[in-house]
């Protein structure tokens, strides 16, 4: 197969394949950029249909590491690890072992984290045999509280934006999504006076939410077209597309989701509408910082928050350049942040 002429490939500087015969272990390990430091970024665990599948699916992920660590002005680079497997009846200790062993042959170009499949738990498996793996420290290994604490400021920044001041009293505000970052999202919402209006595929959270924030429960096929004032995705991806971009009817659009548009035409077209969308990953960095503070020792709750608080100030930038130059927010923040990662010189790195 031939990995440089993949589309995904984009300029990867390594991308690492492993085999361990004692416990079947097949990943790899993608390091996309490391001009701003070494590379960071979660060990994802699937049932892949073909290696090459995975291999697009890491590299496509470690570019995008890449992009939100430079973008957030972060000293480290983008890098991602797969692993072929089902983590429900494939994931051993021995084979989270082998991993670890695999990014300790890196010698530190690459820090791994938890993922899609793998748990902090797991990653403090892989730690016994590397310096190399490290969770976020904020609430029992979870990324999601700083997270969602970064998608706070995001929002504020969108609200300050578009409607000239970051106050939310009585703006409506749609998420969907009440996981681990939506949930909490939904706290800080309620807490800065929003009017939320919620949706779940689990009925049942999106009626216990509901009742402790007073929030309108949607259903779920509706709730991207909730006529509100921001709406903010924290389930899927790819979900602004050419079918749901013309029936949106909020103003502004600032949550977690990765990857929520389906393509970078879809950034294009949501500008064309006059809907201001915040960049997922400009916001959704949080956990990202927490993973970093972890990551250099001396862990403290307070300053891994105001280290999240930047993301206000980013995302404003952000916003006004894409109103300025009458470009798509999604293009502004990728030209910000090549411009952070490609143009450091490699002698004043770390
Ligand atoms: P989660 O798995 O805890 O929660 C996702 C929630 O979305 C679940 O409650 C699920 O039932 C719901 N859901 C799925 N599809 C839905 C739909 N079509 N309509 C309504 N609800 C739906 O996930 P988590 O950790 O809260 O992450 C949410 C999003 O944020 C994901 O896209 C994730 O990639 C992204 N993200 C999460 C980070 C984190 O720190 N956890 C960091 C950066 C991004």
């Given amino acids: 197969m031939n990995v440089l002429g993949l589309p995904e490939f984009d300029g990867h500087e390594a991308v690492h394949v492993f085999h361990d015969e ?9 390091i996309h950029n490391t001009r701003l430091g070494p590379a960071v970024g979660g060990c994802r665990m699937w049932p892949y249909a ?4 995975a291999l697009a699916d890491v590299l496509r992920l470690s570019r995008g590491m890449t992009y939100k660590a430079a973008l957030a002005g972060l000293p480290c680079g983008g890098g991602k690890a797969v692993v072929i497997g089902n983590p429900a009846t494939d994931k051993t200790t021995r084979l989270l072992e082998a991993v670890g062993r695999a990014v300790d042959s890196l010698n530190g170009r ?3 984290s938890d993922d899609v499949g793998t748990t902090p738990a797991d990653v403090a498996i892989m730690a016994t045999q590397t310096r190399y793996a490290c969770a976020p420290l904020m609430a029992d290994g979870s990324a999601a509280p700083a997270t969602a604490f970064g998608v706070f400021q995001g929002i504020l920044a969108t609200a300050a934006h578009v409607f000239g001041s970051d106050l939310l009293t009585g703006r409506t505000i749609a998420v969907q999504g009440l996981g681990a970052v939506g949930g909490r999202l939904c706290e800080y919402l309620a807490d800065a006076g929003a009017r939320l209006w919620i949706s779940d595929l689990d009925g049942a959270r ?7 924030w007073k929030a309108t429960v949607v259903a779920v096929d509706e709730i991207l077209y909730a006529p509100v004032d921001i709406l903010a995705p924290c389930a899927m991806g790819g979900i602004f597309d050419a079918t749901s971009i013309p029936r949106l009817r909020c103003r502004a659009i600032a949550g977690a989701a990765n990857n929520q548009l389906a393509t970078a035409a879809d950034g294009v077209a949501l500008a064309a509408r006059g809907i201001v969308y915040a960049p997922d990953y400009a916001i959704n960095v949080g956990g990202l910082i927490d993973l970093v503070h972890a990551q250099r020792g001396g862990y403290d709750v307070p300053e891994v928050l105001e280290d999240c608080r930047r993301i206000h100030a980013t995302t404003l930038r952000v916003l006004e350049l894409a109103t300025q130059s009458g470009e798509a927010t999604s293009d502004v923040a990728n030209r910000l942040a090549e411009q ?7 002698e004043s790195r770390r």
Avoid: E, N
Wanted: charged residues 15%; positive net charge; hydrophobic residues 55%.
């Fill in 50 to 53: 073909s290696g090459a599948a």
């Fill in 110 to 112: 690459y820090t791994t």
């Fill in 340 to 346: 952070a990662f490609r143009t450091v010189p490699p």
């Fill in 22 to 30: 004692a416990t079947r272990l097949d990943m790899a390990i993608a």
């Fill in 206 to 212: 999106a009626t216990a939410i509901a009742a402790r």
